[in-house]
C-alpha cells in the first residue's frame, strides 16, 4: 500500500479484539481482550508488555469500557513484566480479571504481588492449562478462574480435573472449543463457562485516535515526580487533546459508578490522582507506537489553541468563575473532536458524559458557550473582519482588539510547550 493518506488513516485507526466467553445457559458472561493489528505478524510477534499495554489503552481510553465491554467483565492476559507492574492497577478491578499467561515463572516474589493485588479486589485466571501443565508456585491457590486449553486433555482426565478445580473453589473456563464434539465433552466434565471459535471468532472492534505525543507523557511524568501542584497538572494535561479526552473517558466511564458528568480537568486529575495518572503516563508511553510530534501536528495547535482562546476569552467576561471558564476550555477542546474520531457530535458527547452545557454547544445550542466558539471560529479565519465583530457583540466586554490579543496569548500557550 503506497497511498500516503490510506497509511495515516490506518496508524490512526486503534483495533481492539474480543472474544466471547459463555456461561452453562450460553449466556455472555465476559470478553477475552485480544491485541490486535492490520498486521498478522504483528500480533504474532509483539512484545507481551506491549501487547497488553495496547489492549488496555484501547480498552479503557480508546474504545472505552463501556464500548469495549458492554456491561461484561474483561480477561486482559499479563506477563510477568505486567504483573509486578504498578500499570496493573490503572485497572478498576471489578471490571477485569487479569489472566497469567502459561510463560510466568510463579516464584516467591510474584506470589506475594498477586496476593497483595487479591488484597485491593482483583481476580486471576490461568491461561492454557493442559494435562501436562506443570505450574510451580501457589499459582492455583490465587487463581479464581482455570482456564482449560480443551485441546491439551482426554476426557476422563478432564472430569477429575475439573472435579478437584470445585472442591478448590475455583471456576473452569474452557477455551479453544471448536467443534460440537468438544462442546459436549467440556459441558459433560463441568465446565463453568465456554470460548473458542465454536461460539464465536474474535471480534475487531476498530475506532480512530488521536496519536499521543510523546513530549508530552515525558513531561508529565517528570511533573508528577516532583510533587506538582493540582494546578501545574491540570495545566499540562490541558495542553494536549490526546490526554484530555483519554482522562475524561476514562473517569466518565460506567465502571466507575459515577452519576454526575465530570465537568473539568482539574476535578478528573482530583479523582484519579497523582499516582493513577503517572501509571498511565507510562502505559501510554508503552502502547505508543508513534513519533509525531505536537509541534507538527497542526489539529493538536488548532484544537489547543481555540480550546485556551475560549478559556480566556470566558475569564474576562465572567472573571473567578472557575466552572464557566473550564466549560468553556471543554468546548474548544471538543468541538473538532467529531472530525477526528468519525462520529456524531451527539454520540461523542453521550460516550464522554460532556455536561449539558458542553454538549447543548457542540451541537450548536443557543448560549455563551455557542457564542464564544463561534468567536473563536471566526478569529482562526482573520480575513472575516464582520464575522467576528458579530460574534463579539453577543460577549461583552469582548471586542475584536480583545479577541485578537487573547488569540495571541493562547497560540503563545501552545507554542511554549510544542518546543519542548
Not at 481492539?16 to 470478553?31: F, T
Not at 472449543?177 to 467440556?186: D, L, N, R
Not at 471560529?377 to 475584536?400: K, S, V
Request: charged share 20%; aromatic share 8%.
Amino acid at each position: 500500500m503506497n497511498d500516503p493518506a490510506a497509511l495515516s488513516l490506518i496508524a490512526l485507526t486503534s483495533y481492539l479484539g474480543r472474544q466471547p466467553i459463555l456461561n452453562r445457559q450460553g449466556s455472555l458472561v465476559a470478553y477475552e481482550l485480544l491485541f490486535r493489528s492490520l498486521s498478522e505478524k504483528e500480533v504474532r510477534d509483539v512484545d507481551p508488555t506491549r501487547a497488553t499495554a495496547d489492549v488496555v489503552i484501547g480498552a479503557l481510553c480508546e474504545q472505552g469500557v463501556d464500548r469495549a465491554l458492554g456491561g461484561h467483565v474483561g480477561f486482559v492476559n499479563a506477563g510477568r513484566d505486567w504483573l509486578m507492574s504498578d500499570m496493573l492497577n490503572v485497572l478498576p478491578p471489578r471490571q477485569f480479571v487479569i489472566e497469567i499467561l502459561e510463560t510466568v515463572e510463579f516464584d516467591e516474589r510474584l506470589a506475594e504481588r498477586v496476593g497483595a493485588l487479591k488484597e485491593a479486589g482483583y481476580r486471576f485466571a490461568v491461561d492454557d492449562v493442559g494435562e501436562d501443565t506443570q505450574w510451580r508456585g501457589g499459582v492455583f491457590e490465587d487463581a479464581d478462574f482455570i482456564k482449560v486449553d480443551v485441546q491439551l486433555w482426554e476426557p476422563n482426565a478432564l472430569v477429575r480435573f475439573v472435579t478437584a478445580m470445585h472442591c478448590a473453589g475455583k471456576r473452569v473456563v474452557a477455551e479453544k472449543v471448536e467443534t460440537p464434539a468438544q462442546y459436549f465433552t467440556t459441558f459433560q466434565a463441568g465446565c463453568d463457562y465456554f470460548q473458542g471459535f465454536y461460539f464465536a471468532h474474535p471480534q475487531v472492534l476498530a475506532t480512530r485516535k488521536i496519536p499521543p505525543q510523546r513530549q508530552s507523557l515525558v513531561k508529565l511524568m517528570m511533573m508528577l515526580n516532583m510533587e506538582p501542584s493540582l494546578a501545574d497538572l491540570e495545566e499540562e494535561v490541558k495542553r494536549n487533546p490526546t490526554l484530555t479526552m483519554h482522562l475524561l473517558r476514562f473517569v466518565n466511564s460506567a465502571s466507575l459508578g459515577r452519576t454526575t458528568p465530570i465537568a473539568s480537568v482539574r476535578e478528573a486529575i482530583a479523582i484519579v490522582g497523582m499516582s493513577w495518572l503517572n501509571r498511565w503516563a507510562l502505559l501510554t508511553l508503552y502502547a505508543d507506537g508513534g513519533t509525531t510530534s505536537r509541534a507538527s501536528n497542526a489539529l493538536v495547535q488548532l484544537v489547543g489553541t481555540r480550546a485556551r482562546f475560549m478559556e480566556l476569552a470566558a475569564k474576562r467576561m465572567r472573571p473567578g468563575d472557575d466552572d464557566f471558564s473550564d466549560a468553556a476550555f471543554m468546548t474548544g477542546m471538543f468541538s473538532l473532536l467529531h472530525f477526528v474520531l468519525e462520529r456524531s457530535v451527539a454520540d461523542l458527547a453521550d460516550e464522554l458524559h460532556v455536561a449539558q452545557p458542553v454538549a447543548e454547544a457542540l451541537q450548536g445550542g443557543p448560549g455563551e458557550l455557542q457564542a464564544l466558539l463561534r468567536c473563536a471560529q471566526a478569529i482562526e479565519t482573520p480575513e472575516d473582519e464582520a464575522e467576528l465583530a458579530h460574534a463579539c457583540g453577543e460577549l461583552a466586554p469582548l471586542n475584536p482588539a480583545l479577541v485578537r490579543l487573547l488569540f495571541a496569548a493562547a497560540g503563545n500557550w501552545m507554542a511554549e510547550y510544542a518546543a519542548f
